[in-house]
């Protein structure tokens, strides 16, 4: 099977690629390597794929529809699948640069849909969604099922349409379409802007970790490969015909059916970095969210879903990975 990865330098993106790969997947890699955060973390990711001889790469922003068509062009053909990671990330970010989302999240989503439906030989493509679709939602857990038409941040509203456009190429088009909410995926290699490793980096050089919400918050935290098994699994199946449309679209959340108080990660990383954390506390943040739980019964049931790792011990796991990539 032949594999496209938009966002392959990513967080998630690059290691769907190395699990692809183990299996003997040729997997094509896309990727911006924009600066929202260190860019060196994404090169050294990407160098590590580039050891693999059925891996290839092109530097390419997924909204300039020329480069996408003129690039992609030369390996269309051969493309099974896509699964489709790149986007701009961060709820407080987007409140802040608006417009990246628009390019990334909406313009750049529309450019894959297009692409995609070009493509005759294509089987699927698997496209990251995000937990933050529930917004104002306080029913728990979150199931696919609930209404999602309160989101609370810009970010969560690309997410949202990027279902529905997704929705709609299906259905005109009757490309297999598949969307993933990703509930606070941690790990190696995980993003910098993300809690756990900011808490790691801070804890670590003696500086404060600042805790929203004065510490009342719940997530639903995920570990990266129990994530990318979903990714796989969804990509394996595509979607049969379904809904009043027949669209063969689908959603699914990709959680560890876990909603865990923040403070009890702060405390595991404190143990795993034989340090104690100096805390200030402070107030709910704009877009942000009290507590996310992931109903994962639908993704059980029809991709064999079953996370295995709890935070327990994919907080040491972190640890131990940072401490090596930095050398601390």
């Not at 190395?18 to 094509?28: E, F, K, M, N």
């Not at 990711?45 to 996408?68: Q, T, V, W």
């Not at 808490?199 to 970790?209: A, T, V, Y």
């Amino acid at each position: 099977m032949s594999t496209l990865i938009t966002g392959a330098a990513g967080f998630i993106g690059s290691h769907v690629a190395h699990r692809l790969l183990a299996r003997g997947d040729t997997v094509v890699g896309i990727d911006n390597l924009n600066s929202y955060y260190d860019v060196r973390l994404k090169e050294a990711r990407l160098a590590r794929l580039l050891e693999h001889p059925n891996f290839s790469f092109h530097k390419l922003d997924i909204s300039d529809r020329e480069g996408i068509n003129g690039t992609l062009a030369k390996v269309g053909k051969d493309i099974d699948g896509v699964v489709h990671l790149a986007a701009q990330a961060g709820v407080r970010h987007s409140i802040e640069h608006p417009f990246d989302y628009i390019s990334a999240n909406i313009v750049g989503h529309l450019v894959m849909l297009e692409w995609c439906r070009h493509q005759p030989g294509l089987k699927h493509m698997v496209y990251a969604s995000s937990s933050s679709v529930y917004g104002g939602n306080t029913t728990l857990p979150f199931s696919v099922e609930d209404r999602v038409d309160h989101p609370i941040s810009l970010y969560a509203a690309t997410k949202k349409a990027d279902e529905l456009m997704s929705h709609t190429y299906a259905h005109l088009y009757r490309i297999p379409l598949t969307g993933m909410r990703f509930f606070t995926v941690y790990g190696p290699w995980g993003r910098p802007d993300m809690a756990l490793f900011k808490f790691c980096k801070s804890i670590l050089e003696g500086q404060p970790i600042t805790i929203y919400n004065n510490g009342e918050m719940w997530r639903d935290f995920t570990y990266v490969d129990d994530i990318v098994t979903g990714v796989v699994a969804a990509l394996d199946r595509p979607p049969a015909p379904q809904g009043p449309t027949g669209a063969p679209h689908t959603v699914f959340n990709i959680g560890n059916h876990r909603s865990e108080p923040l403070m009890k990660l702060v405390g595991l990383l404190e143990t795993a970095l034989g340090k104690e954390a100096i805390k200030i506390y402070d107030g709910m943040q704009p877009g942000d969210v009290q507590q996310t739980y992931a109903d994962i019964e639908a993704t059980r049931d029809l991709l064999g879903y079953e996370p295995t790792t709890p935070i327990d011990i994919g907080v040491p796991k972190f640890v131990e990975w940072y401490r090596g990539h930095y050398g601390v």
